[in-house]
């Protein structure tokens, strides 16, 4: 038996089976995402003045990547242009580079990410904050690099990601016994990193899965180019569209998370 | 909606979100602790941005006889 509109499009929708699938399945990424930008938002404009952070994340490191998720996206676009041209070898020259982006992605994310977990907030007894980069423990002492004592009264005057760097840092060593509590900047910190934890590994999560599948039509499922090529476009095609979408999450989660 | 249509979506978003990230460099650049960097990285933004806007030309010629839905 026949499934019919596998390849062809239905006269009424003017689409096939899985273009219509990937659109439902799109719509209701939509309204998850949607509900995390919209958690964000509220707990951004209902955070007291001076009490959300700016400047915790690397920009340089989150502008890479926004360009590296735009170049996939045109390769992905050009994949599927150079089968509709029959052109098989440059289809896959160009999957290649999509598949090194999305590796090259969660390479910088993974870096971000490890970066975060190496930061750290120490109270010491004697009321003062000292934060930074875990550089060394010894026996006795903490050796935080890139590190400075926070002033409240100035850290409250930080209102954008730019003032980060009037703060100077330096090499600061605690001694254990004058530990009061320390932990690092994981999504437990504060709310925005618990908030940017969740939406950034959502986000990387989809980069996986929708890397994944390009991986299998890249190597195994390239089979049924040989056996039915208009449905395997259409199969490049949904994929596409997938990528497409996840790149477009990160348009927004860039200058949300990172600039403002 | 067909990957043509998404695609061309998508490069227009890309598009604003650069020439908003040259307006936010542009920005730091002339508050009181502006540095060169962020003169540098609006300048790279807008050419980005420009670039972009060439590349969708390029994209819609290209396209020009597959479908947008």
């Known amino acids: 038996m026949d499934i019919p509109y596998q390849t062809e499009p239905r006269k009424d929708t003017g689409l096939f089976n899985a273009k219509l699938g990937i659109w439902l399945f799109l719509a209701s990424e939509v309204m998850l995402f949607g509900a995390l930008f919209s958690s964000y938002i509220l707990l951004r404009v209902g955070a007291a003045p001076g009490d959300w952070p700016h400047g915790l994340l690397n920009i340089p490191l989150g502008t890479i990547n926004t360009i590296v998720l735009i170049v996939s996206s045109i390769t992905v676009v050009m994949a599927w242009a150079s089968l509709k041209m029959k052109d098989f070898a440059a289809f896959r020259r160009y999957q290649t580079v999509t598949l090194v982006c999305a590796l090259g992605f969660l390479g910088i994310k993974s870096y971000e990410y490890n970066d975060k977990f190496s930061h750290y907030e120490i109270q010491l007894k004697d009321g003062r904050v000292a934060d930074g980069h875990l550089k060394e423990t010894t026996a006795t002492e903490y050796v935080l690099h890139h590190a400075h004592y926070v002033n409240k009264a100035e850290a409250a005057k930080v209102t954008h990601a730019y003032q980060e760097r009037e703060i100077k840092h330096e090499e600061i060593t605690v001694k254990k016994e004058d530990v009061k509590y320390m932990e690092n900047y994981g999504p437990w910190h504060s709310t925005y990193l618990a908030i940017y934890f969740t939406l950034t590994g959502l986000h990387a999560l989809h980069v996986i899965g929708g890397a994944l599948v390009i991986a299998f039509l890249w190597g195994p499922g390239a089979v049924m180019w040989k056996t039915d090529p208009e449905r395997y476009t259409n199969r490049i095609e949904v994929s596409g569209l997938f990528w497409h979408f996840v790149d477009l999450v990160w348009i927004f989660l860039f200058p949300v998370l990172y600039l403002l | ?69």
């Open chain 2, 1 to 69: 909606m067909s990957l043509k249509a998404f695609h061309l979506v998508f490069i227009i978003a890309s598009i604003l979100m650069a020439f908003g990230f040259a307006t936010w460099s542009f920005l730091n650049y002339f508050s009181p602790i502006g540095e060169w960097t962020d003169l540098a990285s609006g300048i790279v933004a807008i050419l980005a941005g420009l670039g972009l806007v060439v590349y969708e030309r390029f994209f819609l010629r290209k396209f020009k006889n597959v479908s947008y839905i």
